[in-house]
């Protein structure tokens, strides 16, 4: 099994760090679905409290998507740093090549806003690579969601004051 790295999304957004981190870590169960209904159909707890170690929560993507589902698990999370780490341990997103994918999200303060980077650890089954053209796809839908939160955070300035 091999592993590789990719860094899925490397941007800023005018919206503070704090704002971001809790709405795409601590609430997107709540956060995601009303947000980004065209990214997010719903987002089912599964397992634990929400934004703790060892979460289990599973996304799922609205009709005409080319996935119907995700279930990640949260490693990680250090709300002092603004950090998170989960895995997707389920879901027809892994496809047939990949074991599981581990994402580490860190939303840094910068000026009055926030650079985001999401890098992935792909899992890969047997001797599967991913490679860049495996992700530009998915680094595309990704980069369209964040700036979409951004907007609807920014939009709506009482949402994780």
């Known amino acids: 099994m091999g592993v590789s790295t990719h860094t899925l999304v490397d941007c800023t957004s005018p919206v503070a760090a704090a704002r971001l981190f809790n709405a795409f870590c601590i ?30 929560r599973q996304l799922n993507f609205p009709e005409g998507k080319p996935f119907k589902y995700a279930k990640n698990r949260v490693d990680e999370i250090d709300a002092g740093k603004f950090y998170c780490k989960y895995t ?11 074991e599981y994918a581990v994402y580490e999200s860190t939303f840094k303060p910068s000026g009055s806003g926030t650079h985001y980077t ?3 650890h792909y899992h890969a089954k047997g001797d599967f690579v991913v490679t860049d ?22 939009a709506n300035p009482q949402l994780y004051a």
């Open 88 to 98: 997707t341990i389920e879901g027809d997103v892994l496809r047939e090549n990949i």
């Open 118 to 120: 999401m890098v992935v």
């Open 27 to 56: 609430d997107n169960h709540n956060f995601m679905p009303k947000a980004l209904p065209n990214f997010v159909k719903s987002v089912d707890v599964v397992h634990g409290e929400p934004g703790t170690v060892g979460s289990v």
């Open 133 to 154: 053209e495996h992700v530009a796809a998915g680094k595309d839908n990704l980069k369209k969601m964040f700036d979409t939160a951004s907007d609807y955070l920014a």
